[in-house]
Structures are given as C-alpha cells and as structure tokens.
C-alpha cells in the first residue's frame, strides 16, 4: 500500500493541465504569458475546487475549461494596454471553435492514441485505459505524453 496520498486538487490539475496549457496558450496576450495563465486559471479552480472534485469525467472537464476560461478573460480584460474585445465577439462561438478544432486533431490521431484520448478525456485512469486496450500503464502514459504533444503543437499554430 502506498502510504504517499496524492491531493485530490493535485489530481485534478495533473488531469487537466493539457487542457490547462492549451486554453492559456490561446489566450496569450502581450505582457502575460501562458505561465502568468495558468497560475491565473490555477487559482480560480482552487477556488472552486469543492464543486469540481464532486464532479468526475466530463462534467469535471466541461466545468474546468469553463472556472478556467472565464479566469484567463477575466485576467486579459484587467491588463490596462488590454485591447478591448470586439462588440461583435461570441464567447460561446469561440469556446465552440476551440472545441471543434480539438475534436478535429483527436479524429486525426491513429488508433490506439486517439482512444487513449478519449478515454483519458471522460476521466479514466491509466490503469483502466491500459486495461480495456490491453497494453500496460508505461505505454498508455508514453503515448499520451507524446500525443499531448502533438495536441499542444497542432492547437498552439
């Protein structure tokens, strides 16, 4: 038994922190980086972390792009040189956008990779993906290392 417990938050973060640098790599802007971001986007779900550990799979997803999101614009609209957002801009249009630009790359991907995704996505472990594709956990995490790569590379052109 490992007597190391992991913080739930901790989790969470690890869990999403691909979809953490994707969103704030976006979202850069002049004066802030991705890392001023995410430390951003990091504090607003600490801040709303009991509502999103008594979530799991894609609910918990779709409300941590959503505190995460909203931290990130929240940041860019406090930046005195901040340009201001065009009246005509949709916030939901773009979260669609970049929802749609994801789900292209992941259907890009070869199998098993883009069901490692998937599945990763909708919150299974490692060992649970590992188990359904029957292959070990070291080689579900080598590949989703390398396909969130690919992932950051082909949404931050």
């Known amino acids: 038994m490992d007597v190391r417990t992991k913080d739930p938050f901790e989790e969470l973060l690890h869990r999403y922190r691909g979809l953490l640098f994707t969103l704030c790599s976006h979202f850069r802007h002049r004066g802030l980086d991705s890392d001023d971001l995410i430390q951003e986007a990091t504090i ?9 550990l008594a979530l799991s799979g894609a609910p918990q997803a779709a409300l941590t792009w959503k505190i995460a999101r909203n931290a990130v614009i929240d940041t860019l609209r406090r930046i005195e040189d901040n340009e201001a957002l065009p009246e005509s801009y949709d916030q939901r249009e773009e979260d669609r956008s970049l929802v749609e630009e994801l789900h292209e790359v992941i259907a890009q991907l070869n199998e098993p990779d883009r069901t490692i995704v998937k599945m990763k996505l909708e919150g299974y472990s490692y060992k ?11 080689n579900v995490s080598v590949r989703l290392v390398r396909v969130k790569e690919i992932l950051r590379k082909e949404m931050t052109k």
């Open 128 to 138: 649970e993906i590992a188990q359904e594709l029957e292959m070990t956990e070291k």
């Open 44 to 52: 607003a779900l600490w801040r709303a972390r009991e509502r999103l």
